[in-house]
Structures are given as C-alpha cells and as structure tokens.
Nanobody, 121 residues
Framework: QVQLVESGGGLVQDGGSLRLSCATS????????MGWYRQAPGKQRELVAS???????NYADSVKGRFTISRDNAKNTVYLQMNSLNPDDTAVYYC???????????????WGQGTQVTVSS
C-alpha cells in the first residue's frame, strides 16, 4: 500500500516562501515519477512541477523560476520549494506519484490528500 502525506502548507505573505514535503511509505520514490499538482477554488487541478526518475524536472509556465521540485531518496521524500509566492498561488497542493518506471507522472497512480497554501495580498 502506497501512501503519500503532504506537509508544510500554511499562510504566507505575498512574496514569501514555503517548502512542501511529501513523505512516501510503502514504495520507493526513486523508481517513480513524482509531481505536485494544485487546485484553486473553481479551477481545474493542474500539474505545476514534475520530477522524472532520472532527475529531469518540468514546470508549469506560471511557476517557472519560482518553484523547485526535488527529492531525497534516503528519506523517501519529495519537496516543493516555493519562492516569490503571490495570491495566484493560493490553492490546495497535492503530491502525486506515477507508476514505477513511467516516463511522466501524469496521470498519477497515487495521490496525497493535499495541503492548503494561502498567500495573502
């Protein structure tokens, strides 16, 4: 059984930073593509950052240069460092994992339950 648990969300001021963590159990993330999605009220869930097993990263245009996805294989944990946050980043952020050895995380096989990020204006 694979479980993903997000943490690190909260309230931050415009221009601030947060780091989200995704702790994974029941699997080895080294063999899975990983990603972070977000969903704002009334909007479609979108993929904002992805990390392939080989280390290649991709970002949505809206977060390029501000967000960084990374992983610590020893801790079986994925991170999303978010800098220069603005109110448009307000959303529930979800960690996701694809199938083992998949090329891309989308569509995910596993989801976390989400963590709220609120950026005040």
């Amino acid at each position: 059984q694979v479980q993903l648990v997000e943490s690190g969300g909260g309230l931050v001021q415009d221009g601030g930073s947060l780091r989200l963590s995704c702790a994974t159990s029941g699997s080895i993330i080294r063999f899975k593509p990983m990603g972070w999605y977000r969903q704002a009220p009334g909007k479609q869930r979108e993929l904002v950052a992805s990390l392939a097993t080989g280390g290649t990263t991709n970002y949505a245009d809206s977060v390029k240069g501000r967000f960084t996805i990374s992983r610590d294989n020893a801790k079986n944990t994925v991170y999303l460092q978010m800098n220069s946050l603005n109110p448009d980043d307000t959303a529930v952020y979800y960690c996701a994992a694809g199938r083992d050895y998949s090329s891309y995380v989308d569509p995910p096989r596993y989801w976390g339950q989400g963590t709220q990020v609120t950026v005040s204006s």
